[in-house]
């Protein structure tokens, strides 16, 4: 899930520090004529949000690393490229020219940037998303929640039950609710912004429909944020907002960063629920093996994200001329890393990478990302949804399943998850 924190150790480098003031130029439309790189010109862009993984298998297999026209980006698709992109912030600078994630929430926010300034930025959040604070403060909160929407998909009923609408989008709402402390808002609206930033952060073909979306939703979050920034410095608590309001940072960095932390807190916990629950209905033997081992729900939420990452790409950027995986890159060249490829990739996790297996010997994936830019949200998202909302799901209805009478709609690459997860329980 995307976090606008991460606890992880930082090099504070001057090469990051100049690519963070002074990234490199954009390039601009790359020759596949001639070029000394491989160009995957095949790839059907457009269709990759049906089902993206076939194409990643192909490019995986024939270059991992490869220019694709389309995205004017070198995408990097085996685990060992996206790997090595995430621990060398240097050369691949997370403070990407024209952004889709800056422009989608109106400023550049602290995981467009690299260390020290991305570390300051994050610093303050830190101790809220902390294990032991999360267990202490928010797994109750959590639970009361989880309690209160499994009720709504109970009355809802077996015959026509969505758990997408019904349980895991307003519970992901309202989780994101209290624990970044949005007063004077509820969840259909919360729901709506991150949805409308999660479309333009992930608008890499430039659709002006789905830039009006996220240009009224950021207008919409600056009004409330506006009240709620000054009333948390005079009564501070325990939430996200109050930690940036009382760190010192300036007002336009405390409302980019609580709009990044909308996007992705709550879209990847809300497709971790239906993630999670359609994997185990394809898998009944699994799903009957953790329902009587419940220690084994870890695995499950692990071998989820691994399997269907909600974060399928994200951007950086070189700030000098490189090799990766054998390929040269120019300067200033724009990267997709691939993720939910990676975290596909038989080098890494064998022959049956492409699988499902709650028993996989355990291995490194990169859902959360990894060097500087980990995502501290994991432990938030751990609790709230591998911990909590889903195993209280099958508590409340052991034989909830797919109701394969009403179809289930996936959406998105960039971000990708369930739109529709039609279940029952009889």
């Not at 976090?3 to 990234?23: G, L, M, R, V, Y």
């Not at 994050?122 to 999360?134: E, G, Q, Y």
């Not at 691939?338 to 490194?364: I, M, T, W, Y």
Request: hydrophobic share 40%; proline share 8%.
């Amino acid at each position: 899930m995307t976090s606008p924190a991460a606890q992880c150790p930082f090099q504070d480098t001057t090469a990051s520090t100049a690519a963070a003031s002074n990234p490199a130029p954009q390039v601009d439309q790359l020759s596949s004529a001639g070029a000394d790189y491989p160009v995957a010109d095949w790839l059907d862009v457009e269709g990759l949000a049906a089902d993206p993984y076939d194409s990643y298998a192909r490019l995986r297999e024939e270059s991992p690393v490869a220019w694709v026209p389309k995205l004017q980006k070198f995408l990097v698709t085996s685990y060992s490229g996206c790997h090595d992109v995430e621990q060398d912030q240097d050369i691949f600078s997370a403070n990407v020219s024209g952004a889709t994630m800056t422009r989608a929430i109106g400023a550049q926010p602290m995981l467009r940037k690299d260390d020290p300034e991305h570390a300051a930025e994050r610093a303050p959040i830190n101790p809220v998303l902390r294990p032991k604070s999360i267990q202490q403060a928010w797994a109750p909160v959590f639970a009361r929640n989880a309690e209160t929407y499994l009720d709504a998909l109970e009355d809802k009923g077996p015959e026509t039950a969505d758990l997408n609408t019904d349980y895991a989008a307003p519970l992901a709402s309202q989780n994101l609710i209290d624990l970044l402390g949005l007063r004077d808002t509820d969840v259909h609206q919360v729901r709506r912004w991150s949805h409308d930033f999660i479309a333009g952060m992930g608008n890499v073909l430039d659709d002006p429909a789905i830039w009006e979306r996220s240009d009224t939703s950021t207008a919409e979050a600056d009004v409330l944020l506006a009240d709620l920034i000054p009333f948390y410095g005079r009564n501070p608590d325990a939430s996200l907002i109050s930690a940036l309001a009382n760190s010192g940072m300036s007002t336009q960095r405390v409302v980019t960063n609580v709009k990044l932390a909308i996007s992705g807190g709550m879209n990847e916990p809300q497709h971790m629920i239906t993630n999670m629950v359609w994997a185990l209905s394809l898998h009944p033997a699994q799903r009957e093996a953790v329902l009587t081992d419940p220690p084994l729900w870890a695995a499950v939420f692990d071998e989820t994200v691994r399997w269907q990452s909600p974060i399928g790409m994200y951007p950086r950027q070189t700030t000098h001329a490189t090799v990766l995986e054998g390929v040269r890159i120019p300067a200033g060249a724009g990267i997709g890393v691939v993720v939910a490829s990676a975290n596909r990739d038989p080098a890494q996790f064998g022959d049956s990478a492409e699988g499902f297996d709650v028993h996989r010997p355990k291995r490194p994936h990169l859902a959360f990302g990894a060097g500087v830019h980990l995502c501290a949200g994991h432990w938030a998202a751990k609790a709230a949804i591998g911990q909590i909302a889903v195993p209280k799901a099958y508590e409340r209805f052991p034989s909830l399943r797919l109701d394969d009478r009403r179809p289930e709609r996936w959406g998105g690459w960039v971000f990708r998850g369930l739109t529709s997860l039609p279940v029952t329980w009889n």
